[in-house]
T-cell receptor, first 111, second 116 residues
Framework: QQKVQQSPESLSVPEGGMASLNCTSS?????YFWWYRQHSGEGPKALM?????GDKKEGRFTAHLNKASLHVSLHIRDSQPSDSALYFC???????????FGSGTRLLVSP | GALVYQYPRRTICKSGTSMRMECQAV??????VAWYRQSPQKTFELIAL?????????EQNFTQEKFPISHPNLSFSSMTVLNAYLEDRGLYLC????????????FGSGTRLTVL
């Protein structure tokens, strides 16, 4: 069973809309979470890290973490066609070096 | 900024042959480097984690005998896929972090391996 599960598998939103991506961990040792974005033909690039409960906002991107439920989400407001990509949730144990990735959500933003 | 370059971007090798890929950190010191393989289905598998001054730790299903890694200094790492077969195909990604605490991994664009 995957330790980091993402939903939905794919998501389509219109340009200017809100995209919401979800991630749930099955391992309570995970304390550090990241969202990565991967465009076709490129490696994944870190969008945001979130280590504390609550919201973290960076521009159009807001991440939310609830450690009690091991749930982290990413919300993209005013979505742009350039946001179309694969989005991965990643998690790591406290002080650990191993980062585990989810299976990804494919986001398509249509003009 | 933190940049990671991987070379080559793409490589094709015959079944049973070997190929080496390189990873260069630019603008920061990579105290730890993680090698991943991304399958054609886009899932990530951690191959091994290499931390300066520590032994390289390989994940289950991956061995030093098959995927030898070198991490000679704080800016360079290389990995070889020995005796490659069809199941070894995929995008090999190098992720480097700046220090040994839990911090963001910076990835290169990967080396795409095709095995004929």
């Amino acid at each position: 069973q995957q330790k980091v599960q993402q939903s939905p598998e794919s998501l389509s939103v219109p340009e200017g809309g809100m995209a919401s991506l979800n991630c749930t961990s099955s391992d309570r040792n995970f304390q550090y979470f990241w969202w990565y974005r991967q465009h076709s033909g490129e490696g994944p690039k870190a969008l945001m890290s979130i280590f504390s409960d609550g919201d973290k906002k960076e521009g159009r991107f807001t991440a939310h973490l609830n450690k009690a439920s091991l749930h982290v989400s990413l919300h993209i407001r005013d979505s742009q066609p350039s946001d179309s990509a694969l989005y991965f949730c990643a998690a790591s144990e406290t002080g650990g070096y191993k980062v585990v990735f989810g299976s990804g959500t494919r986001l398509l933003v249509s003009p | 900024g933190a940049l990671v370059y991987q070379y080559p971007r793409r490589t094709i090798c015959k079944s049973g042959t070997s190929m080496r890929m390189e990873c260069q950190a630019v603008g920061f010191q990579a105290t730890s480097v993680a090698w991943y393989r991304q399958s054609p289905q886009k899932t990530f598998e951690l191959i091994a984690l290499s931390t300066v001054n520590s032994a390289i730790k390989y994940e289950q299903n991956f061995t030093q005998e098959k995927f030898p890694i070198s991490h000679p200094n704080l800016s360079f790492s290389s990995m070889t896929v020995l005796n490659a077969y069809l199941e070894d195909r995929g995008l090999y990604l190098c992720g480097a972090r700046k220090d040994s605490s839990a911090e963001t991994l910076y990835f290169g664009s990967g080396t795409r391996l095709t095995v004929l």
